[in-house]
């Protein structure tokens, strides 16, 4: 499988016979090269949206329309899309699975908020989450936004994920510290890439800490619109 970072919490995941983007915010990322936005969306199959803040859902009504590909996420926020935004949807909620071609995805916790903003004030989207991606015994996990939850443990249990993609930035998700926590005491990660950092100031700008406290896990830190083959 091949994941590129998209910057902040995006990601172009090709696994099985699915390209998905994963929460793709590239316009107004002070990460993400404009000028790169046709290489992350080419070919994409799916979209995959953990919850409704613009950080991650900035980009994906654009690319679902221009690719005419269904995005897919909790029930209560792609039903309101699929109403008022005519994009097709694979809408479900926690505990849930779909299969996307050869590759099944599962909805699971997290703890955060989720809600997109308006002129009258933030509308509530239905609750946030992260995925279990997983294709020919191989699983991804994907966090989306979140803090340390005793959760993990059953995700570990249930699902076994090889490669974790966790938050660390802080101030709105775990850090680097207690995403290592997470990773050390409920997963067995061969491989671990950080996101949710370095975006704004406000976030943590290095992963360092993360590596320094996880010697027998591949923590893989890359470049914007880096490949890494898995």
């Known amino acids: 499988m091949k994941i590129t970072w998209l910057g902040h919490s995006g990601f172009r995941i090709e696994i099985g016979d699915q390209i998905l983007l994963v929460d793709p915010w590239l316009a107004g990322n002070p990460m993400f090269p404009d000028d790169r936005r046709a290489e992350a969306i080419a070919g994409a199959t799916h979209i995959l949206v953990s919850h409704g803040h613009f950080d991650h859902t900035g980009d994906i009504l654009a690319i679902a329309k221009e690719l005419e590909i269904p995005v897919v996420g ?91 993609i966790l938050c660390a930035g802080g101030h709105f998700t775990m850090d680097m510290k207690r995403a290592a926590y997470a990773a050390k005491t409920f997963f067995d990660f061969k491989t671990l890439i950080p996101c949710h950092y370095r975006t704004f100031p406000l976030l943590e700008q290095s992963a360092d800490a993360l590596v320094a406290a996880l010697p027998d896990v591949d923590v893989k830190t890359p470049e914007v619109m880096e490949t890494l083959d898995l």
């Open 74 to 164: 909790i029930f209560d926020l792609i039903s309101w899309w699929e109403s008022t935004q005519g994009i097709a949807g694979v809408g479900f909620n926690k505990g849930g699975t779909v299969r996307l071609g050869e590759v099944s995805v599962t909805m699971v916790n997290a703890l955060h908020s989720s809600s997109i903003g308006s002129d009258s004030g933030p509308i509530y989207t239905g609750g946030e989450a992260g995925y279990m991606i997983e294709h020919d015994g191989r699983t991804i996990y994907f966090s989306g936004d979140t803090d340390v939850t005793m959760d993990m443990e059953l995700y570990e249990a249930l699902h076994h994920p090889e490669i974790g």
